[in-house]
């Protein structure tokens, strides 16, 4: 091609002209090439939404908008949108924000932050055409903006009060969102989040958004093929390749060929002579100039796998006949539960209810695809710039490929763009650190969002079947349950995310007799392991399920056989553990009952027959549900923190805990403040880096609230008693007579500013900077009672569904939920998390369902794995129960996965409410749903 | 490997014509790209040499009465026919359709040419069109004519036009008379691939409390669409009642074979989507007939 042909066009009023590259997209343009990186690559398939910009006044998805057809355009990114905008304040000095921007920044429709580019942009367009659009305009205009943070219910909020402040020019309307109880000065009050700016400006850096000069692009060949043994790996077509620069396999790694979280098991890369167990086994890796030639080289190596017969369902896994899939066979634990005696038990039962359930493996669909740019230094450290959920296990990790010493690994970790805990694992860290060493140069590995389906590992798939025994007035007296698991090829957190399923298989019930099994077994299935919820979602959708047919069978009111139930301070769970305090279930559940009964005149269990709509039926249903906060079972928890008084005046907390979207630097943030008796301006939080920052551990098991945000208010304390030691000996007064505020130290009737004390530590040869290392309180194993857990939060749900007799198809229309947190610190990140997990609930019984069929992703793109979009956003009612944990950080507790685990089977209860059907499988089937009312009419 | 090498933003027929017959390699019209580009990206279409963009041909983009035919250029986006009062009146079926194309950015790209061109046997706007009974207006090197929606299709995916030599212009559908009215309906499926489980289209003209005439398109009733003639022939001439109905709900099953897939339906639901389609889109339909002006 000689002549070039020239793209010309007008981004953010700026005039460009650009050559035009065979195959580019114009989100490759934007970003790439002008380096407007605020527009994001989710999907890359025109699925989600994140890529949206505005082309001619129309939003369009950037990702598959050939960039030749912008051709004498206009396009405006999130980039442009501040030009000359502003929202005015109440003080009336303008923030130089969009409404629109300064609106999501206070409702905190803000998590993760990876898809706001897109949704502020799509909203940015309704309103150029709609200024005041209804709520199902929103909805219908952003129904493919996905949001899997599932901040739904803020973003519409924040349109509503952008498009009133576009009309009137008053200040945006505050949200309706209630601070805790117990408000202090900083911790239980509204606070927007620290990055919030950055990312509503399309400013806040990814990954994906770092270059450096000289960086190479890798690529990884997959095995694609579930099981098998590697023959022949041939590379030399693809090193021939013009702008390759590396093509590694499995011979090229100098140390530790596998890794792993707990056991390390997972290869590298699969050597010839090797096992393949998933379709997602990397074989070889390359690094080239481009995406592009990485891509080609791919196609040019060589891998000959003789197949082996497929493990795909973990119960024949454990036949004698399957395949072995790692050495010690395929079974990766047996976990067992027990308490009491069951056959007691069901002998003194009235009555006996047994059933079955299924729930499929579920993709966490972060929006933001993993990447990792690996870079040696000149020193011959190796820097991973990367968003994970545990950078310190990353560092291990890297070191043990290398043999280096762990601290020769710098992990500097990135915003990330949702995890949910499928960013605890290693992707493409290792490969990107083997590329750099043997380049030496900078090396970008970015999935996209097929390889990330395949790899990463997802929740674990479960079949649970559920025996219950109970007295006719309804009191449990006796549950067995046997799960199994299928954890796919690689244990990741397994065993720990199924023995977490196991514990709580029989619900938040004070029961005297329990047995509990489960096998967590290996298949050839992709790899599966922490997800939010953490193997609690799966054994609560079945022991709900049966709870409400219990309470069918007994006669009584399904909130009721729960309340009669329900753990209460005093409890013994069924691991043997006393419940001393903190236990807020029965609260939960009778706010939400109240709530339902308003809301519902009364009867909110009996079928409602819409008048104007005969065929469509509602009914409300309900669940309760409760989750360990903490890694617990005798593992050692701890977090470590560092809070440095700064030589501007200004602090700053250092821990390497991850920021996910939940909200966590707010949580340090306030806490912080309050101890130190600052504004939560003055308290800068930097997270996630193995050279700066104290080892925070993972973050997961809604665990660093309560830990790392101990820590932090530890090191707070530490630092503010250093401070006033040093004041007051230099002013000769007692410390108790020093107080701090606002940037200032009060000494004595004095006030000095917090620089000029930062200043006069280090002149005496100190630095103004406190550490701590938290230890959670101590927990037993499993099988030796006690304290088996520090803190449980709870919850109570109630969801009122739509079902359409006609079609069998489900809607949920309003959702009730208790959430007993411990202590609201964070009550803006808190409705984030509450909201967006009863939506995630609502994807788990509806939507989502990753799909295998021996082996081999069905749902290998996001326009398979439909995660629910706004349009399935029901009215929220959360209400905030605040049952303070002694040991908790003013006594909170977790709450990232609570949100979530009863949401599934109060859907299904609602359904069987609504239409007398079942449902022992999720997602909802529609059809099954319609043929099993056929099958109900025909009989009757 | 690479999606295309070389983008052509045609301006006039003559010029997409020479650049799709003249290119070096392989080459395709392409509208909006919504779904060809995909296909090519994920390997169930082949790379293409030289794609020619249609949609700024003045020609393509014409949506306007002539005479009595609506012509709906194939490069107009299908938001904007979505949103045509024009359409809306004379073609209500086939605003409903185009409203519930991809999603509202995919709209703003997505054209009806390419739609129809993709041949697959429930695209929402060409089973609308099937129900219009709509002719279809191609240019190719050999000259211009005018095609039946019907003869457009070989297979599920595959159209008969030949991509190097021709594309579509627009589309002719009768303008409304009174009495006329069509409506569009589909379910999905919450879960999985993001296509129909079933869609309808029906046109039809009432006189008093009879079916004077009536045209129903099903999708996907086939590997390529077809009018569901049976049961339009028992409607046909008919007074609507239940009893009337009744039999069209018979003469689908004892006309059409659906199919069972996988992961979207088995062929029971789809035929009992089928009855609930079909009376929801006649009852609309039968509804509008009445009106003058188009009620949504």
Same mark, same amino acid.
């Given at each position: 091609m000689s002549t070039e042909r020239m793209i010309n066009l007008i981004v953010n009023g700026e005039t460009y002209s650009i050559a035009e590259k065979p195959g580019e997209m114009l989100s490759d343009l934007l970003r790439y090439?002008?380096?407007?990186?605020?527009?994001?690559?989710? /999907?890359?398939? *025109? &699925?989600?939404? *994140?890529?949206t910009v505005i082309l001619n006044d129309e939003p369009v +998805?950037? /990702?598959?908008?050939p960039a030749a057809k912008a051709d004498g355009c206009t396009i405006t990114t999130i980039e442009g949108l501040e030009e000359g905008a502003f929202t005015p304040t109440a003080q009336g000095?303008?923030?130089?924000?969009h409404p629109l921007q300064e609106a999501f920044i206070q409702y905190g429709?803000?998590?993760?932050?990876?898809?706001i580019p897109g949704q502020i942009m799509t909203a940015f367009a309704l309103l150029q055409h709609n200024p005041s659009p209804t709520d199902e305009e929103i909805k219908y205009a952003l129904?493919?903006?996905?949001c899997r943070c599932a901040g739904y219910p803020t973003i519409i909020g924040a349109i509503n009060a952008a498009a009133k402040t576009m009309h009137t020019g008053r200040p945006i309307d505050p949200p309706e969102i209630p601070q805790s109880a117990n408000p202090h000065q900083s911790v239980g009050t509204l606070h927007p989040r620290q990055d919030a700016v950055a990312k509503v400006t399309g400013k806040a850096i990814y990954t994906d958004d770092i270059f450096f000069k000289d960086m190479l692009h890798a690529r990884v060949k997959r095995a %694609?093929?579930?099981?098998?043994?590697?023959?022949r790996i041939d590379i030399n077509k693809a090193r021939e390749?013009?702008?390759?620069?590396a093509v590694l396999t499995a011979?090229?790694?100098?140390?530790?060929?596998n890794h792993g979280?707990?056991?390390? @098991?997972?290869?590298?890369m699969i050597g010839v002579g090797e096992q393949v167990?998933?379709?997602?086994?990397?074989i070889a890796i390359v690094a080239a100039d481009t995406r592009e030639i990485a891509t080609l080289a791919l196609d040019l190596i060589e891998v000959d796998i003789e197949p082996l017969p497929v493990v795909s369902d973990p119960v024949l *896994? +454990?036949?004698? &006949? *399957?395949?072995?899939?790692h050495a010690n066979g395929n079974l990766l634990k047996h976990i067992k539960v027990r308490k009491g005696d069951v056959e007691q038990g069901f002998a003194e039962s009235d009555l006996i209810l047994e059933k079955t359930y299924h729930t499929p493996f579920h993709d966490h669909a972060f929006m933001e695809p993993e990447c990792s740019i690996a870079r040696l230094t000149p020193e011959g450290r190796m820097e991973i710039y990367v968003g994970s959920q545990i950078p310190y296990s990353d560092r291990n990790q890297v070191a043990r490929t290398f043999g280096w010493?762990?601290?020769?690994v710098h992990i500097i970790g990135q915003l990330i763009?949702?995890?949910?805990?499928?960013?605890e694992d290693i992707a493409g860290q290792i490969h990107a650190a083997l590329l750099s060493e043997a380049t030496r140069r900078p090396v970008k590995l970015l999935f996209d969002r097929h390889e990330s389906l395949l790899v990463h590992p997802k929740r674990h798939a479960t079949q649970i079947r559920v025996k219950m025994g109970a007295k006719n007035?309804?009191?449990?007296?006796a549950v067995e349950t046997e799960l199994f698991g299928d954890?796919?090829?690689?244990?990741?957190l397994g065993e720990k995310v199924l023995t977490r399923a196991t514990t709580h298989s029989s619900g938040p019930y004070e029961i005297p007799h329990v047995k509990a099994d489960c096998y967590a077994t290996y298949t050839n299935n992709p790899p599966a392991g922490a997800f939010r919820g953490f193997g609690v979602m799966q054994s609560a959708f079945a022991i709900e399920s049966l709870m409400d047919e219990l309470a069918e069978k007994t006669g009584m009111d399904p909130v009721e056989l729960r309340r009669l139930n329900a753990l209460r301070v005093g409890s013994i769970t069924?691991?043997? $553990?006393?419940?001393? &305090?903190?236990?807020?279930l029965t609260e939960c559940i009778e706010k939400v009952d109240a709530e339902i009964r308003k809301l519902s005149g009364g009867d909110p269990f009996s079928p409602q027959v819409m &008048?104007? $709509?005969?065929h469509k039926v509602r009914a409300w249903g309900f669940a309760v549900g409760y989750k360990n906060t903490g890694?617990?079972?005798g593992a050692p928890d701890k977090a470590g923190a560092e809070v440095e008084l700064r030589r501007d005046g200004t602090f700053q907390v250092r821990t390497s805990s991850a920021e996910l979207g939940q909200g966590l630097p707010t949580v340090l943030r306030l806490i912080a403040a309050e101890e130190l008796g600052q504004?939560?301006?003055?308290i800068d939080v930097l997270l996630s880096d193995t050279d700066l920052t104290p080892d925070g551990g993972?973050?997961?098991?809604?665990?660093q609230t309560f830990v790392t945000g101990n820590a932090v208010r530890h090191a707070s304390r530490a630092l503010r008693q250093m401070l006033s030691t040093e004041l007051a000996e230099h002013y000769d007064v007692?410390?108790?007579q020093i107080r701090f505020i606002e940037g200032l130290a009060q000494v004595n009737g004095h006030t000095l500013g917090l620089a000029s004390v930062a200043e006069q530590i280090y002149a005496n040869g100190r630095e103004p900077l406190a550490n701590f290392t938290y230890w959670a309180p101590s927990t037993k194993p +499993?099988? $030796?009672?006690?304290? %088996?857990?520090f803190a449980f939060s709870f919850a109570a749900q109630a969801a009122e569904v739509e079902v359409?007799?006609?079609?069998?198809e489900v809607m949920v229309l309003h959702m009730v939920i208790a959430n007993d947190?411990?202590?609201?610190?964070?009550p803006l990140g808190l409705r984030g998390q509450i909201e967006g997990g009863a939506i995630m609930g609502i994807g788990h019984a509806l939507t989502e369902n990753f799909m295998v069929d021996q082996g081999r992703v069905?749902?290998?793109r996001l326009a398979r794995y439909r995660m629910p979009p706004i349009t399935f956003t029901p009215k929220i009612t959360s209400i905030v129960v605040e049952h303070p944990?002694?040991?908790?950080?003013?006594g909170a507790k977790g709450v990232g996965e609570i949100v979530l685990i009863p949401t599934i089977p109060a859907i299904t209860n609602a359904i069987y409410n609504a239409v007398g059907v079942r449902v022992d499988?999720?997602?909802? @089937?529609q059809e099954m749903i319609l043929m099993e009312m056929k099958k109900k009419t025909t009989v009757t | 490997m690479t999606t295309w090498q070389k983008y052509i933003l045609a301006h006039s027929i003559d010029e997409a014509l020479h650049f799709l017959s003249n290119a070096q390699g392989s080459a395709c019209p392409i509208g909006g790209g919504t779904d060809l580009l995909l296909e090519i990206q994920q390997g169930h279409h082949d790379p293409v040499h030289t794609l020619v963009d249609v949609t700024r041909i003045p020609e393509l983009q014409a949506l306007e009465l002539r005479g009595d035919v609506l012509f709906i250029g194939a490069g107009v986006p299908v938001h904007l026919i979505t949103e045509s009062l024009l359409v809306r009146f004379h073609a209500l079926a086939v605003s409903e359709a185009c409203g519930l194309i991809g999603g509202p950015q995919v709209r703003n790209t997505a054209t009806l040419g390419g739609n129809v061109a993709h #041949?697959?046997?429930?695209a929402d706007g060409m089973i609308s069109l099937f129900a219009f009974d709509a002719m279809v207006e191609i240019i190719s090197i050999n000259g211009p004519r005018m095609s039946p929606i =019907?003869?457009?299709?070989?297979g599920p995916g595959k159209s008969t036009l030949i991509p190097n030599q021709e594309f579509i212009i627009g589309f002719h559908l009768p303008t409304r008379k009174p009495g006329q009215a069509s409506s569009f309906s589909r379910v999905m499926r919450?879960? =999985?691939? #993001?296509?129909?489980?079933l869609n309808m289209a029906v046109w039809l003209e009432r006189m008093d409390q009879q079916i004077k005439n009536i045209q129903i398109a099903i999708g996907p009733s086939g590997p390529v669409p077809v009018r569901a003639t049976a049961v339009e022939e028992l409607l046909r001439g008919k007074v609507l009642n239940s009893n009337q109905l009744t039999q069209a709900k018979q003469a689908i099953h004892d006309s059409i074979r659906f199919r069972t897939s996988a992961m979207r339906a088995t062929a029971d639901y789809r035929h009992h989507l089928s009855e609930v389609l079909l009376e929801e889109v006649i009852g609309k339909a039968w509804q509008r007939a009445t009106e003058l002006e188009v009620v949504v």
């Open positions: 090439r002008l380096g407007l990186t605020g527009t994001k690559i989710a /999907c890359n398939e *025109a &699925e989600c939404g *994140a890529c +998805l950037s /990702c598959s908008y000095d303008p923030v130089p924000l429709a803000v998590q993760c932050g990876f898809c129904k493919d903006t996905l %694609m093929i579930p099981s098998g043994i590697v023959r390749l013009a702008g390759v620069h011979d090229d790694i100098p140390g530790e060929h979280l707990v056991i390390y @098991d997972w290869p590298t167990r998933t379709v997602g086994d990397a *896994a +454990l036949k004698p &006949e *399957a395949t072995q899939i010493p762990e601290d020769r763009g949702g995890g949910f805990g499928g960013k007035d309804g009191h449990l007296v954890t796919g090829a690689y244990a990741s069924n691991t043997g $553990q006393l419940l001393r &305090e903190s236990v807020g &008048e104007d $709509q005969p890694l617990g079972g504004a939560p301006e003055r993972p973050t997961t098991a809604s665990r007692p410390p108790d +499993l099988g $030796q009672g006690g304290d %088996m857990h359409d007799t006609r079609t069998g947190v411990g202590y609201a610190i964070n069905i749902t290998d944990v002694s040991s908790g950080p003013f499988h999720i997602p909802v @089937d | #041949a697959l046997p429930a =019907g003869s457009l299709f070989k919450p879960q =999985g691939v #993001a296509l129909p489980i």
